[in-house]
C-alpha cells in the first residue's frame, strides 16, 4: 500500500540528496537540479532528474517554474546523449500523485533506456478501479 503523498520538505528523501546528505550516484548537478542513478532502476539506464528546490509533483507547478521545466526536459535530452541512449531512444516519464504511481513526494523525471522498452507506458486493474468507486 503506497502512503499518501507529504505535501512537506521536511524528510524529503530527494531533498537531502539534494543538500548532499544521502549519497547517490550522481550524473550531473548545477545550481537547478540534480540527476543521479535510481536505487532500483528499471532499465539499465534509469536516471532520475530532480530539481534541488522541493516541488511535490508536477501537479505544483506554477508559472514561475517554466523555466525550470525547460531546463529539465533540455537535461534528460543531454544525458541522454552524455549515456549514449540519443540514439537507440529512450522514455521520459513523470509519475504524479497516487494513481499516477508517485511514490517519492519530490518532482522527479525518469530518464530510462539501455535496452528496447515496453510499448505499454502503464497498466492499470480493472478490479481496482471498481473498488476506487
Ligand atoms: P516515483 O514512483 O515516480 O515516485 O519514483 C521514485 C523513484 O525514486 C523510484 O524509482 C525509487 O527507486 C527512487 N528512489 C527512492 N529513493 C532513492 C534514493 N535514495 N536514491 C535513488 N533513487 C531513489
Ligand atoms: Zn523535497
Redesign the pocket.
Known amino acids: 500500500m503506497k502512503r499518501p503523498l507529504k505535501r512537506s520538505a521536511k524528510d524529503c528523501?530527494?531533498c537531502q540528496?539534494a543538500n548532499g546528505k544521502?549519497p547517490?550516484s550522481q550524473r550531473f548537478a548545477d545550481a537547478d537540479m540534480i540527476a543521479?542513478?535510481?536505487?532500483?532502476p528499471?532499465a539499465p539506464i534509469?536516471v532520475?532528474v530532480v530539481p534541488k528546490k522541493h516541488i511535490a509533483s508536477l501537479a505544483d507547478i506554477t508559472p514561475k517554474d517554466k523555466e525550470l521545466m525547460g531546463k529539465m526536459i533540455y537535461r534528460c535530452k543531454e544525458l541522454a546523449k552524455k549515456l549514449n541512449i540519443a540514439d537507440s531512444g529512450y522514455r521520459v516519464t513523470?509519475?504524479v500523485g497516487k494513481w499516477g504511481?508517485?511514490?517519492?513526494p519530490h518532482l522527479?523525471f525518469?530518464l530510462l533506456g539501455g535496452a528496447p522498452l515496453t510499448e505499454r507506458l502503464s497498466s492499470y486493474t480493472e478490479a481496482a478501479v471498481l473498488l476506487s468507486k
Open positions: 528523501p530527494f540528496i544521502l547517490v543521479f542513478d535510481d536505487i532500483h528499471h534509469h532520475l513523470v509519475n504511481g508517485q511514490v517519492v522527479h525518469h
